[in-house]
């Protein structure tokens, strides 16, 4: 749902970039699992959630009562459980039901979704190439680059433009 930007202030706030700045998911009582850069990961309960503008909101979790406490929660990521999401309309899906889909183009498999990058204009898929080990691409989430999503089969369709935006 959204990063842990940096410490707010001297009650132990957290300053969180939503990966969705229309989400309206992190609400006072909601339990979060905070997942650091490396394997730690902590379930938490937000005591306090308000606007802080420009796609952020200030947070503040149960047992972080300073600025030292908060800062050593930089960069994790806030993730909401499933439960929490809202139903979807027919032919909605949340991006993060991509990762791990397989990503063909018209000539065949092109490779694997390992995550997504988030950037003002649009979302990117981020697609490990078939026969790579390390070679990695970004594919914009946007129709003129993917023709279709089948969350239920975990495919994504890219379009042949795709294919022009690889070379």
């Not at 969180?16 to 229309?22: A, C, G, K, Q, V």
């Not at 800062?71 to 999401?85: N, Y």
Request: proline share 5%; glycine share 10%; hydrophobic share 40%.
């Amino acid at each position: 749902m959204a990063q842990v930007s940096r410490p707010h202030g001297i009650s132990g706030e957290l300053r969180l970039r939503l990966y969705n700045p229309d989400s309206r998911l992190l609400v006072p009582g909601l339990e979060v699992l905070l997942r650091g850069r490396g394997a730690e990961q902590r379930h938490a309960v937000l005591e306090r959630v308000r606007d802080a503008g420009h796609g952020a909101r200030l947070a503040k979790v149960r047992g972080i009562d300073d600025p030292d406490r908060a800062a050593e929660l930089r960069g994790a990521q806030v993730c909401v459980p499933r439960g929490a999401f809202p139903a979807l309309d027919h032919g909605e899906f949340y991006v993060c039901d991509l990762v791990g889909a397989t990503v063909v183009g018209p000539s065949g498999e092109l490779g694997t979704v390992e995550g997504i990058a988030s950037y003002p204009t649009s979302d990117a898929l981020v697609v490990r190439l078939t026969g790579t080990e390390r070679e990695t691409v970004e594919i914009p989430l946007l129709d003129t680059f993917v023709d279709a999503v089948d969350i239920e089969r975990g495919v994504v369709v890219a379009r042949q433009e795709t294919l022009e935006l690889l070379r």
